[in-house]
C-alpha cells in the first residue's frame, strides 16, 4: 500500500469563495470597499492573516497589531460558521480520490489550515471518513513547509517517506517535499502555482482526471533512498 497526501485549499477544495466572503466581512466592519473574488484567489491559500494585510496594502491603509488582531478573530468566526456555503471539491477530485482509494492507497490531508476547521469543512462537505488523517497548522509543532508537517502526518498513517507522495499546489507544498525527500504533484489550477513550485514538482498536472495510482507509483519509485 502507500499513501497519497493532498493539501487542501486550492487543491483539494476550492475554498476561496467563501474565504473571500469572510474578508469582505471584515472589510465591510472597518468600513473598507469588498475586494472581488480573482483579486482574492491567489492568496487563499496562505492564511486569514495574509489575505487581511493583503487586502489593508490595496487601500493604502495600515494595519496595527492590534487591529490584525481583532479582524482575524473576526475573520475565523465567520469562516467557521460559512466554512461550506460554496467551497466545493475540484472538478475530478472525489473521482481521482476513488481511483487510488481502489488501488490501494490511502489517503491522507496536510494543510496549513488549522485541523479543527480542516475537520470541520471535511465534515460539512461528506468526505472526512475518506482520510486516515487530517493535519492542519496545529497539529504539530511546525507547519509547511516545514518538513515535520508532511512527515508527521505520513507518521500517523503508519507509513514513511519512502511510501509517500504530497499533492498541492504551491511552493509551500513542494518545499515541504523536497525537504521531506518525498515526491509532490503540482496541481496547476490552484491558488498559487509558481514558477518555483513548478521547477520542484516532481510532476506537473492540470487536472485531477491526469492523477491516477500509476502515476503516483511512479514517482514514489524514482525517489533515491
Do not use: W
Request: proline letters at 5%.
Amino acid at each position: 500500500m502507500a499513501l497519497a497526501v493532498f493539501d487542501l485549499d486550492g487543491t483539494l477544495v476550492d475554498t476561496a469563495p467563501d474565504l473571500c466572503a469572510s474578508l469582505n466581512a471584515c472589510l465591510s466592519f472597518a468600513g473598507m470597499p469588498a475586494i472581488d473574488l480573482d483579486v482574492v484567489r491567489p492568496h487563499a491559500g496562505h492564511g486569514a492573516r495574509v489575505m487581511l494585510a493583503k487586502a489593508y496594502e490595496r487601500q493604502n491603509r495600515p494595519l496595527p497589531a492590534t487591529e490584525a488582531d481583532e479582524q482575524l478573530a473576526r475573520f475565523l468566526g465567520h469562516y467557521e460558521a460559512h466554512i461550506a456555503d460554496t467551497s466545493r471539491p475540484f472538478p475530478g477530485a472525489v473521482a481521482a480520490m476513488d481511483r487510488l482509494t481502489e488501488d490501494g492507497f490511502k489517503l491522507a490531508i496536510c494543510t496549513n489550515k488549522t485541523e479543527k476547521l480542516a475537520r470541520l469543512l471535511m465534515e460539512a462537505l461528506g468526505l472526512a471518513g475518506r482520510f486516515a488523517a487530517i493535519c492542519g497548522a496545529d497539529t504539530f509543532t511546525a507547519r509547511k513547509p516545514d518538513p515535520i508537517h508532511l512527515l508527521g502526518t505520513i507518521a500517523r498513517v503508519g507509513f514513511g517517506r519512502r511510501d509517500a507522495v504530497m499533492i498541492g499546489d504551491t511552493s509551500t507544498d513542494t518545499d515541504a517535499a523536497q525537504a521531506a525527500r518525498v515526491p509532490s504533484i503540482l496541481v496547476d489550477f490552484g491558488y498559487a502555482p509558481d514558477e518555483r513550485a513548478r521547477r520542484e514538482a516532481s510532476a506537473v498536472i492540470s487536472g485531477f482526471t491526469e492523477l491516477d495510482a500509476a502515476l503516483c507509483r511512479r514517482l514514489i519509485r524514482s525517489m533515491p533512498d
